[in-house]
């Protein structure tokens, strides 16, 4: 048997409902913010309450702008809390540059939710949605009986309005740097799509910058491998609770192959091991450095 075996039964097989890999990070005092690396944002909340010496007629338009300034707050500091990689948060990352500290926060206070759902909610809290869809776009914004504002925004991880397109590209460089496995010609073997490494069971935590290390610590894929355009795009490796989910995902493309994990690594338990069998056969795997230049992995974690 291939030990990097297909999963188009899976991909054939009913699909289930996704489950997002939330990773809560406490904001502050006024708010809780979150990173759903399933569908890849960071949400954050913020309340704004009217001000009482204002005329009626600004009074909603205040508390929204008091909501956002929380939310975005919370935000950042979420965004903080990130890992980088399996030795660094973003926060770390932000004290060693003031250009990264600048470019990270202007981004965040400088984002716009126009693009939001607007829900009434009574004093119940039975909320009905008045404007757009259901927390489509970047956000949604609550008004409450008693006159306070909810906002939440949802920040994305990639794309060019995302956190990456400030971050990834101190790490990874223009093209892939690694052009050849060890010096060898990838043999002729079966052609995948994409990479689905189950890590379910070892606690792997989600980050921006996740490597995949052999059982001598040898480098199968990370920063060196991929192209800083796809790594922005999409992000470096996507994160799923669900084979089936993970298996449709666009990002592995209508073939992926599938391996297991041996165990985490690193000081944030953010990178993979896998076997010396399983790295034998991704870097013998036909087309291997264009999956993986694009980013085409999944990482199924608890």
Do not use: H
Not at 52 to 81: F, S
Not at 242 to 261: F, H, S, T, W, Y
Request: charged share 25%.
């Amino acid at each position: 048997m291939k030990i990097l075996q297909c999963v188009s039964a899976i991909c054939l097989s009913a699909i289930s409902l996704a489950v997002a890999q939330i990773q809560p990070v406490i904001a502050s005092a006024d708010g809780q913010g979150n990173v759903d690396w399933s569908e890849r944002f960071v949400i954050a909340t913020g309340i704004g309450a009217p001000n009482p010496d204002l005329p009626p007629a600004v009074n909603r338009p205040g508390a929204i702008r008091a909501a956002t300034m929380v939310a975005l707050r919370n935000a950042l500091e979420t965004i903080k809390g990130i890992y980088l990689n399996s030795t660094t948060t973003v926060e770390n990352f932000m004290t060693k540059s003031d250009v990264v500290t600048s470019s990270v926060s202007g981004f965040v206070k400088g984002f716009e939710i126009a693009d939001r759902a607007v829900y009434e909610c009574d004093k119940q809290g039975n909320c009905k949605v008045i404007q757009g869809a259901e927390f489509e776009g970047k956000g949604r914004v609550k008004y409450m009986s008693d006159g306070t504002v909810e906002v939440t925004v949802k920040v994305p991880l990639d794309g060019v309005d995302g956190l990456g397109q400030k971050l990834l590209p101190d790490l990874v460089g223009e093209k892939p740097s690694v052009s050849t496995w060890e010096g060898k010609a990838a043999k002729k073997s079966r052609v995948f799509t994409g990479l689905i490494i189950d890590c379910r069971g070892l606690k792997v935590k989600p980050c921006l910058s996740p490597k995949v290390l052999d059982e001598a610590g040898k480098e199968i894929y990370g920063s060196a491998y991929v192209s800083r355009e796809w790594a922005v795009k999409y992000g470096m490796a996507g994160y799923s609770k669900d084979p089936q989910v993970a298996a449709k995902l666009e990002r592995v493309g209508g073939n992926p192959g599938m391996i297991k994990a041996l165990k985490a690594s690193g000081d944030n338990s953010t990178d993979v091991v896998i076997a010396d069998k399983d790295a034998a056969e991704v870097r013998s795997a036909a087309d291997n450095l264009k999956f993986l230049s694009e980013c085409r992995v999944v990482l199924l974690v608890d």
